[in-house]
């Protein structure tokens, strides 16, 4: 092979490292293409650790030996940082030693080759050891190369012209290895990050904490189910983890949603008590009239029976599902009544702001809480935007943000239609109205059975907010079935 097809096959085999992202896969290849530039016989790859230079891959390709990786480890021993040792000479002095033959070398200790050869029937006889240092200078390992061979396939010493080519393969090796350490530290850092907001939102509300997770569990499952079924709709690596890191963000705008809002259980709250303080002054004062002789005795038995109705009819509706037409219209009948105080004055039986609780038809919320609750949505986005997401996560702060969008523009908070809401959002949407309806542990709500949350959201996919062919998928996967496990 002419230099030039030397230089070529360099030049080609550098690009297939800057482009390989599978960390197993690239240590391979680092070994494969030295070897095959190098025209020998076998080769070793070391990795540095603290405690010496690991085996990572061993392959001798004359007696079809390949070793190294997850799925065949090697067992021996690393090879101690001391300088008897070829590779660990190398690893310490950052430089390259081209041995003609072991056998007559002086220089280093080879008794560990040769035990070897004892035990396969290889015959060692030239090596080329080469440093692995990126471009800051940092060793990461070791290349080494034993047995070139000629045309005919004899063994011959390493010509020191092909050195540098081995040395540049094992420089840009090293370069490769360290960016792919940089993305794991990146996605590392990314975990933390999530996994310190998950954290303090479930300080704040345990419940909210478990909604993540149900959800994480759902969708990674539900993407798994994708895959093993040859799904069309496929997410690769990339995709799954942008699409799962915005399910565990989706919620972080709660952080700031006051928690009598968000863990608000009734539809008064702890407005209850004052509610129930002012029935027993009620009952007080007109104990008072009556030792006083302003009212008979049947008026305050009348009245005391009267105003326990109505206190047992506002713990009732209190904690009500539904409201219907003539239990809000008792809401009003009893926000419209008055008693008067020590001082003469007229007061209300129930404020304003109770009177509002109180007339809420369904839920806990009043329209003001639901809509200080719905802000998490827009304050996710305004947290999120302010983390430098890597590239191929980009959009995950754009679909944590979009999880409350609905297809017919009525959702929240921007009121996108379907042709704004990508199928990761709208996939994002259906996990997060699916756990809401059949949460345990909602301190404001039952759990619905899978059926009738099925129905609803069937229903929402009949009103045009939700994506039936989406919803149909994530049935057919069955993902709250692990998810629940």
């Known amino acids: ?20 992202r599978d ?39 004359s007696q079809g030996i390949r070793q190294g990786g997850h799925a065949d480890p090697i067992s021996l021993p690393p090879v101690p940082m ?21 056998h007559t070398d002086t220089h280093f200790d080879f008794t560990g080759s040769l035990r070897y ?16 240092s990126n471009d800051r200078g940092e060793l990461l390992g070791v290349t080494q190369l034993i047995n070139a061979m000629d045309e005919s396939g004899a063994t011959i010493p390493f010509d020191p012209e092909i050195e540098l080519l081995i040395s540049a393969i094992s420089s840009q090796a090293a370069i490769s290895i360290t960016n792919m350490r940089y993305a794991e530290q990146v996605t590392s850092l990314l975990d933390s990050l999530v996994g310190a907001l998950s954290t303090a939102i479930d300080e704040r509300t345990p419940y909210n904490a478990n909604h993540t997770r149900n959800m994480v569990r759902y969708g990674a499952r539900f993407l798994d189910w994708l895959e093993e079924t040859g799904n069309a709709w496929k997410f690769d690596a990339d995709k799954r983890r942008t699409f799962l890191l915005s399910v565990w963000l989706h919620d972080v ?18 407005k209850l008590d004052d509610v129930r303080a002012r029935f027993r002054v009620i009952a007080l004062l007109d104990r008072v009239a009556a030792l006083e002789g302003r009212i008979p005795r049947e008026e305050l038995a009348r009245r005391n029976a009267e105003r326990e109705e109505a206190l047992a009819f506002v713990e009732r509706v209190n904690t009500a599902g539904f409201l219907p037409d003539a239990d809000l219209a008792a809401v009003e009948a009893l926000a419209a009544r008055t008693y008067t105080d020590e001082t003469g004055a007229r007061q209300p039986w129930l404020t304003p702001e109770e009177h509002t609780c109180l007339s809420v038809r369904k839920g806990t919320l009043t329209a003001e809480e639901r809509r200080i609750m719905e802000s998490h949505a827009a304050v996710t ?24 969008e609905l297809l017919n523009g009525r959702g929240y908070p921007d009121h996108l239609t379907a ?15 699916f756990d809401a309806l059949t949460a345990r542990d909602r301190p404001y709500k039952p759990a619905l059975p899978l059926e009738k949350a099925l129905g609803i959201l069937h229903s ?9 062919d989406i919803l149909a998928l994530f049935e057919a996967s069955r993902a709250w079935e692990a998810g629940n496990a």
């Open 1 to 20: 092979m002419t230099k030039d097809a030397d230089m070529q096959r360099f030049l080609t085999m550098c690009l297939a490292l800057t482009s390989e």
């Open 23 to 61: 960390r197993e896969a690239l240590l391979s290849s680092i070994l494969d293409n030295a070897m095959d530039i190098a025209r020998c016989d076998a080769g070793t790859l070391y990795l540095l650790e603290d405690d010496g230079l690991h085996f990572c891959r061993m392959v001798t390709r």
């Open 82 to 102: 001391e300088p008897q040792y070829v590779c660990a000479w190398v690893a310490l002095h950052n430089e390259a030693i081209n041995v003609a033959d072991v």
């Open 117 to 132: 050869d004892a035990m396969t029937g290889f015959h060692t006889q030239s090596m080329l050891v080469v440093p692995m």
């Open 253 to 270: 705008g709660k952080l700031v949603v006051p928690r009598e809002v968000m863990d608000k259980e009734s539809r008064l709250g702890a």
């Open 381 to 404: 986005g305004r947290i999120l935007k302010h983390v430098k997401f890597p590239k191929m996560y980009e959009e995950t702060p754009r679909w944590a943000a979009m999880h409350h």
């Open 419 to 433: 042709e704004s809401i990508p199928p990761e959002v709208r996939l994002l949407t259906i996990l997060d109205v």
């Open 460 to 468: 929402m996919v009949e009103e045009g907010g939700v994506d039936g």
